[in-house]
């Protein structure tokens, strides 16, 4: 799983992507938003092509999946609030359990 | 209030030492997961445990799921500088979703 940028410093209001990509053919990719002390927060996720629907916290981002293999985020106003580490993930399904697959992370910073 | 509560939030200890740090909930789960993330990467699976009382060992970590299904253990026999990371314990939300608990954050000391 990629991810670009890894780092990115904007400011309030700014528009932004930031961009996923997995080549495992999986049809289940997720994000999500991690805050120092406060563990992984589910931001969308999508079961396939298409098809996308909001995780635990999903006000202020937007997503799509065109393709299997890419799942924009997207910030359409960004505001400080939104800082915080982003990760990307896929899972691998149909076994006895689900593995999920993360991406390095993209570091934002909204001054 | 979380759904999953780690326990400890922070362990720094010397090399050698042994540690076990917990994972605990009032729900049932059908399994539960492990994951390590180390600093500026992704979370990488360690384990999954399905059954009530179940014990899996990777090398020197042992994990246990609670024979409720409602908590789980993971002890680290003689720490080493490599095993410092996040680590992360994880239930299924209903569908493919993952609910996460805070961590427990180590830091192994040479």
């Known amino acids: 799983v990629t991810q670009n940028p890894r780092y990115l410093i904007t400011v309030t209001g700014k528009k932004l992507t930031v961009t996923c990509s997995q080549n495992m053919n999986h049809e289940y990719m997720s994000w999500y938003r991690q805050d120092p002390g406060m563990g992984l927060k589910l931001i969308y996720y999508s079961v396939g092509a298409g098809i996308t629907d909001k995780g635990e916290v999903p006000n202020g981002y937007n997503v799509s999946r065109s393709t299997t293999e890419d799942f924009p985020l997207r910030l359409e106003l960004a505001a400080p609030s939104q800082t915080s580490v982003y990760f990307c993930?896929?899972?691998?399904?149909?076994?006895?359990?689900?593995?999920?697959?993360f991406g390095p992370g993209t570091r934002l910073t909204v001054l | 209030t979380q759904l999953l509560e780690q326990s400890p939030q922070f362990l720094s200890i010397q090399e050698g030492e042994n540690l076990t740090v917990y994972c605990n909930s009032s729900s049932v789960f059908s399994s539960l997961q492990w994951y390590r993330q180390e600093p500026g990467e992704g979370p990488v699976l360690l384990v999954t445990v399905v059954t009530g009382g179940e014990v899996k060992k990777l090398k020197r970590l042992t994990f246990q799921f609670g024979d409720a299904r409602k908590d789980s253990s993971l002890h680290i026999t003689a720490a080493q500088p490599g095993d410092t990371g996040l680590y992360l314990c994880?239930?299924?939300?209903?569908?493919?979703?993952?609910?996460f608990g805070a961590g427990t954050r180590l830091f192994v000391k040479a």
């Open positions: 993930a896929s899972i691998q399904t149909g076994g006895a359990y689900n593995e999920q697959f």
């Open positions: 994880a239930v299924g939300g209903g569908g493919f979703k993952t609910i």
